[in-house]
C-alpha cells in the first residue's frame, strides 16, 4: 500500500510539473511571438516612412479672376505602389447645368482630382505660375492613416464635395487631408485673431477693382468680422506661412511641422492685365455729377425728367433683385448685407406709380421711404465696408429723392 501511495503521489508531482512546464512554454512563446510582432511593426512602419511622401503644394496666383488668390494641392508619393500624384480639391465644371446660380446659391459641388506630378507642374510652368511644396514631417503612422484616407478619397462616389469659398475650400481640404488626426496637436505661431475675410481678399484684388467691386458688392455684415487662424488658412499664402513656423506637439515630444521647403517652379513676375479703364469710384462721380446736372436742369427749366428717375428705379431694382437672392444663399458671409438697403428690388414695384405720379405732378410717398432706406444704409458704414463707389452712388440717389420731396413740399 505505501508503494502504490508513493507512486500516486510521484505521478500526481510530474504531472504539475509537465503542465507548469506547458504553461512557461505558453507564456515564452506568446513572449517571442509579441516580440517578433513589435520588431515586424516597427519594421513595417519604418518602411512606410521612407515609402510616403506627403507635402503641401502653394501655387503662385495669377492674373485670371479664378485665380487671383492661388491655389493649394498635396504631393502624394507611395513608392511601392508606383504613385507620385499632386491631389487637387479645386476641380470644377463650368458645363454643369445651373453653374452660375448653383454657386450664387452656395450649392456648387467641386471635386478631388487627382494629376500625375510632373504634368500638374508643367501645367502650372505653362501659365507661369510658381509652385513651392512644404515637405511634412508626419509620423509613419499618421502617414499610412493619411494615404488610405486619399485613396479612398477619390472613389468615385467619394470624391465631390460642397464647396464654400472661405470655410470649406480646396486649400482647407487639402489642409485637413495632410493633417489628418494630427490637426489638433499642430500649434501655429500665430494665436490671436487677425483682419476680416474682405480685407484678406483686398490684399489680393488690390490691381482688378472691377473684381474687388463684385466681391464687396456681394459680401455682408459676416465678411467684415475678425477671423481665426484657422480661418485665415483659406488662402493657399496664408496656410503656408502658418506651416513654415508650425510646430507638432504630441506624446511629450515636439518637432516643426515642415521638414524642407522645396521650389518646385520658380515664380514669374505677373503682368497685370487690362480692364475696364474707368474704376468702379469714377463710374459713381460720374454719375453723381449727372445726377446733379439733371437736378439743377429741372430747377431752371421747372420740368421733370421723369426717364432719368425710371432708368434710376430700374437699374437699383435689378441689382437689388441680386442682393435678394443672396439672402438665401448658403455662403454664410453673403446673407446679411446692409447694401440692400440702397439696392434693393422695391423700386421695380413702385416705379410705374411713382413715373404716372411725377407726369401728372402728384406727389408718391415712395421717395419717403426710399429717402429712410438710404439713410439707415449710411448709418451701416459704422459695421459694414460697402462696396467702392456705393456711397456715392447712394447719394446720387438720395438726391433726386430729396429733390421730389422738397420740390412737392415747396408747391403746397
Known amino acids: 500500500m505505501n508503494n502504490i501511495s508513493y507512486f500516486c503521489i510521484v505521478k500526481r508531482f510530474k504531472s504539475i510539473l509537465t503542465h507548469i512546464f506547458a504553461i512557461l512554454l505558453l507564456?515564452?512563446?506568446?513572449?517571442?511571438?509579441?516580440?517578433a510582432s513589435n520588431d515586424m511593426r516597427t519594421e513595417y512602419l519604418q518602411?512606410?516612412?521612407?515609402t510616403i511622401h506627403l507635402g503641401l503644394l502653394t501655387c503662385q496666383p495669377s492674373q485670371e479672376v479664378y485665380s487671383l488668390y492661388g491655389h493649394t494641392a498635396i504631393h502624394y508619393i507611395n513608392r511601392d505602389r508606383g504613385i507620385d500624384v499632386a491631389v487637387n480639391y479645386g476641380?470644377?465644371?463650368f458645363s454643369k447645368p445651373y453653374f452660375i446660380l448653383r454657386f450664387v446659391f452656395g450649392l456648387t459641388d467641386y471635386e478631388m482630382g487627382v494629376q500625375p506630378f510632373d504634368d500638374f507642374c508643367a501645367a502650372y510652368a505653362y501659365e507661369q505660375r510658381g509652385i513651392t511644396e512644404q515637405v511634412l514631417d508626419i509620423?509613419?503612422?499618421?502617414?499610412?492613416?493619411?494615404?488610405?484616407?486619399?485613396?479612398?478619397?477619390?472613389?468615385?462616389?467619394?470624391?465631390?464635395y460642397r464647396y464654400n469659398y472661405f470655410y470649406d475650400n480646396c486649400t482647407t481640404r487639402a489642409r485637413d487631408r495632410v493633417l489628418g488626426k494630427l490637426k489638433p496637436?499642430?500649434?501655429?505661431?500665430?494665436?490671436?485673431?487677425?483682419?476680416?475675410?474682405?480685407?484678406?481678399?483686398?490684399?489680393?484684388?488690390?490691381?482688378?477693382?472691377?473684381?474687388?467691386?463684385?466681391?464687396?458688392?456681394?459680401?455682408g455684415v459676416k465678411a467684415d468680422m475678425s477671423t481665426t487662424v484657422s480661418e485665415q488658412q483659406f488662402l493657399p499664402d496664408h496656410l503656408m506661412a502658418d506651416f513654415s513656423t508650425a510646430i507638432v506637439k504630441k506624446d511629450n515630444h515636439q518637432w516643426?511641422?515642415?521638414?524642407?521647403?522645396?521650389?518646385i517652379v520658380p515664380a514669374f513676375s505677373q503682368t497685370i492685365t487690362e480692364e475696364f479703364p474707368l474704376r468702379p469710384r469714377t463710374c459713381a462721380i460720374l454719375l453723381l455729377l449727372l445726377t446733379i446736372s439733371v437736378t439743377l436742369l429741372e430747377y431752371f427749366t421747372k420740368k421733370h425728367f421723369?426717364?432719368?428717375?425710371?432708368?434710376?428705379?430700374?437699374?437699383?431694382?435689378?441689382?437689388?433683385?441680386?442682393?435678394?437672392?443672396?439672402?438665401?444663399?448658403?455662403?454664410?458671409?453673403?446673407?446679411?448685407?446692409?447694401?440692400?438697403?440702397?439696392?434693393?428690388?422695391?423700386?421695380?414695384?413702385?416705379?410705374?406709380?411713382a413715373v404716372r405720379r411725377i407726369r401728372s405732378h402728384q406727389n408718391d410717398r415712395w421717395w419717403f421711404y426710399w429717402t429712410i432706406l438710404l439713410l439707415l444704409f449710411f448709418c451701416g458704414t459704422v459695421v459694414q465696408h460697402y462696396a467702392e463707389g456705393m456711397m456715392l452712388v447712394a447719394c446720387s440717389l438720395l438726391i433726386r429723392c430729396c429733390t421730389h420731396l422738397t420740390y412737392y413740399k415747396a408747391k403746397q
Not at 47 to 50: C, G, L, R, T
Not at 139 to 160: F, M, W
Not at 256 to 263: A, D, G, Q, R, S
Request: glycine share 4%; with cysteine.
Open 91 to 93: 476641380m470644377f465644371s
Open 185 to 219: 496637436y499642430v500649434q501655429y505661431e500665430r494665436q490671436d485673431s487677425g483682419p476680416s475675410f474682405r480685407d484678406m481678399i483686398h490684399a489680393y484684388n488690390e490691381d482688378h477693382p472691377w473684381a474687388r467691386f463684385g466681391n464687396d458688392i456681394l459680401l
Open 256 to 263: 516643426k511641422l515642415v521638414k524642407e521647403t522645396i521650389t
Open 27 to 35: 507564456v515564452f512563446g506568446c513572449s517571442m511571438s509579441l516580440f
Open 306 to 353: 421723369w426717364g432719368y428717375d425710371l432708368s434710376l428705379m430700374l437699374l437699383s431694382g435689378l441689382a437689388g433683385c441680386i442682393l435678394f437672392v443672396m439672402i438665401f444663399s448658403q455662403h454664410p458671409t453673403v446673407s446679411f448685407n446692409l447694401q440692400l438697403l440702397a439696392f434693393n428690388p422695391l423700386p421695380l414695384f413702385f416705379a410705374w406709380r
Open 139 to 160: 509620423p509613419a503612422e499618421t502617414k499610412l492613416e493619411i494615404a488610405e484616407a486619399i485613396e479612398r478619397n477619390y472613389l468615385p462616389e467619394n470624391r465631390e
Open 47 to 50: 518602411h512606410a516612412d521612407s
